[in-house]
């Protein structure tokens, strides 16, 4: 259910540390931050919202004491660990501005962010990072004065977050603190996120209290969730979204976050804690639908046959909801056995069977994931925003969602479509304008307050939204057709040997793809065929395999238009990831660089033809 907690005041005059201090007066022994000590711990750390509180307020000291003033911007560049969390409230309470940048960012990505945000510290994690910070002490161009360091043996001749804390400790004052928090005004920006540039170099948003808190409660009435339910927080702060589901929300639900610091342990924790909700982006849902379904494809004959006469009763059940139809008893009767007796202990075994929530946004979702779920009763309620709306626009509900769709608008945002299709939208969530080199405000709205989204789509006769695709990453054929890309790749990707695509076309007569093996299904779809590779490479010179690519790419054109068809590809077997740099930190696709990291394959698909 929505939260029924009492709000300091009205949403759009609350600020963050406002939530804070109810969180510590009123829910003080729950559960608010938790975390693993290291890699190979045991069980949990855990601090209640009044321990937050407290070291929040010593922190905030420890920054003043180095220097920190109101509104400037403090840079951090951490994994997500404790001592991230804690600083970015810690600054919020002094009136700082953090501005988490990406773990992945080159140094020439560091040093623009550095130079445009004017930062005078930043906030490192430890060794990996200081050769990417340390020469921007001494850049002219950047105002940077000095780096604190998570780690404190990897610190150097650095200053130390242990050591701010405990400066912080001798030198806090509870008056001071509750002096400061209480000047943050609605108005007041409360962070710069850098869009994770995947055109070009990084803009700063500047979001504020007003923005995010409107956020908040409008996306909070949406979602249906237990009071005070877990969230895993596994993808990076640097990110709208999890700045929303791992700080901003549980703030105002009183929620406990479950920290996660390497993102590829996810899996784990979810089979671990077995969560209520769940948020992925696409190539998250892909990646563990891969897994389940190399999983079934170990199974005996007869159990492969059970699942799938199960998944079937919970897609028919999804489908009369989907169209908000009574479910007939004989169909609900069939899929509480199938649930009981198959779909449940598999669910159970991946940590997925206390799902009340789970969502996806960023980029278009391919509808047979979305199917695929849909067949274990888990209906991934899609949403679509961006950082300059402070995250979503519009999401589906249990009570309102088409599987496909991105849903109806939150309350208070408008939406409309321009003549060429681009999405337009206005509310008190868009933000005020791109951060300037100045500290200025570039105003990104026109004169009727709407922001041009740069995505295209279509709102149909129920209020929901349906994407095509980027503005700037649609395929302008010779011939003058507009090819959304996304949607040509995710046709491809309905093969389970497919795990990655990139369609490509733009001033050519025809399209043509790089196309990626799924390094977890395609060992199990080899293994189930008797095929024996030693690696993927020889999987993919594998005749049986390339007949199965060549097959796939025929389905896939035969429910494409002729202009969307693919007629040429190449097969490749090393998966695109954040740190081969085909694929932002938050796993939406590079289109740029992949194009120019393959620039000489993709050439020689069109082998001299226009």
Known sequence: MPTNLRLPGRPDETTLPALLARNAAEYGDLPALSWRAG?????????????????????????????????????????????????????????AVPVTVYATSAPQQIAHIARHSRARFAVVEGARELPRWEPLLDDPTAALDALVVADAAEAGPHRTYGSLFASGARLHSAEAFEK?????RPEDPLTVVYTSGTTGDPKGVRLTHRNIMLQAVHLDRRVELPEH???ICYLPFAHIAERLLGIYLPLLRAAHVRLCADPAAVAGAVRELHPVQFFGVPRVWEKLAASLRAALARLPQEQRGAVEAATGLAR???????????????????????????????????GLDRLVWTASATAPMPLDVVRFWAGFGITIMDAWGLTETSGVCTVNSPDAFRLGSVGRPIEGLELRIAEDGEILARGATVFDGYLRPDGSLENARDADGWFPTGDIGRIDEDGFLWLTDRKKELIITSNGKNVAPALVENTLKEHPLIGQALAHGDGRSYLVALLVLDPELAPAWAASR????????????????????????????????????????????????????????????RRRIVRTKYAEQLDALYDGHP
């Open 39 to 95: 890699p190979d711990a045991a069980g949990w750390t855990t601090l209640s919202w009044a321990d937050v509180r407290r070291k929040v307020a010593v922190l905030a000291a420890g920054y003043a004491a180095l220097g920190v003033e109101r509104g400037e911007h403090v840079l951090i560049m951490m994994g997500n660990r404790p001592e991230h969390w804690l600083t970015d409230l810690a600054l919020v309470h002094l009136g």
């Open 180 to 184: 400061s928090w209480r000047e943050a």
């Open 229 to 231: 339910a877990e969230h």
């Open 316 to 350: 028919t059940l999804a489908a009369h909801r989907e169209r908000g139809e009574e479910v007939p008893p004989a169909l609900a009767a069939s899929h509480t056995r199938a649930e009981e007796q198959v779909l449940g202990p598999l669910l159970s075994l991946a």
């Open 530 to 589: 008797g095929i024996e590779a030693p690696s993927l490479a020889a999987l993919a010179e594998h005749p049986a395999v390339r007949e199965e690519i060549a097959r796939a790419v025929d389905a896939a054109n035969a429910r494409l238009n002729r202009t969307e068809q693919v007629k040429r590809y190449r097969l490749l077997t090393e998966e695109w990831s954040p740190e081969s740099g085909e694929l932002t930190p938050t796993l939406k696709l």
